[in-house]
Antibody, heavy 122, light 109 residues
Framework: QLQLQESGPGLVKPSETLSLTCTVS??????????WGWIRQPPGKGLEWIGS???????YFSPSLRSRVTISVDTSKNQFSLKLSSVTAADTAVYYC??????????????WGQGTLVTVSS | SYELTQPPSVSVSPGQTARIICSGDALPKQYAFWYQQKPGQAPVLVIY???ERPSGIPERFSGSSSGTTVTLTISGVQAEDEADYYC????????????FGGGTKLTVL
């Protein structure tokens, strides 16, 4: 059974870079037909898509976050990572990693990690 | 940007049918997907490609599509179905591939 687990600092200072890692078990980040993505949820609010990548290098990002987001993969550790630069309090959220199931003309997220809360504060 | 619109809340009594609507201009051309999120938990996929149900999801969950609206229907609602429900889809050009609706809080009275 595929499982994903986020990890990383729970507190980041304003203007710094948020860094999170997602460890995949029960499957491989090099699986064909699957992208791997990040979604976030500010406290008490809805879900916001951040972006996804394919292990060969193909990526797509939310236009509103594209300029600040980097997603990378470490195939040797079966992990992928998120970096979000120049963070502000508005970036405080629970961050989820998920498998992004991509097919011709559609995509959806399944399964999801349990999520990790990142607070941006000095 | 692209937006999907959901009602903030829906309330039903146990055993009744709950219908949660999601509206978006591109929905006639793009599939919709539905997620259930209980407090403190990660979202779980309950409907994909407008009306398909993943394995393990109870038959009381169903989905449909009509024009610019998709509907998640929960028949015979149970107390355990109380949760937030989110639709997800994309714009026609797929520039915005992972757009979520604002979420609907389902309350079981």
């Amino acid at each position: 059974q595929l499982q994903l687990q986020e990890s990383g600092p729970g507190l980041v200072k304003p203007s710094e870079t948020l860094s999170l890692t997602c460890t995949v078990s029960g499957g491989s980040v090099t699986s064909s037909s699957y992208y791997w993505g990040w979604i976030r949820q500010p406290p008490g609010k809805g879900l916001e898509w951040i972006g996804s990548f394919y292990y060969s290098g193909s990526t797509y990002f939310s236009p509103s976050l594209r300029s600040r987001v980097t997603i990378s993969v470490d195939t040797s550790k079966n992990q992928f990572s998120l970096k979000l630069s120049s963070v502000t309090a508005a970036d405080t959220a629970v961050y989820y990693c998920a498998r992004d199931v991509v097919a011709a003309g559609y995509n959806y997220y399944d399964p999801w990690g349990q999520g990790t809360l990142v607070t941006v504060s000095s | 940007s692209y937006e999907l619109t959901q009602p903030p809340s829906v309330s039903v009594s146990p055993g009744q049918t709950a219908r949660i609507i999601c509206s978006g201009d591109a929905l006639p051309k793009q599939y919709a997907f539905w997620y259930q999120q209980k407090p403190g938990q990660a979202p779980v996929l309950v409907i994909y490609k407008d009306s398909e149900r993943p394995s393990g999801i109870p038959e009381r969950f169903s989905g449909s599509s009509s024009g610019t609206t998709v509907t998640l229907t929960i028949s015979g609602v149970q107390a355990e179905d109380e949760a937030d429900y989110y639709c997800q889809s994309a714009d026609s050009s797929r520039t915005y591939r992972g757009v979520f609706g604002g979420g609907t809080k389902l309350t079981v009275l």
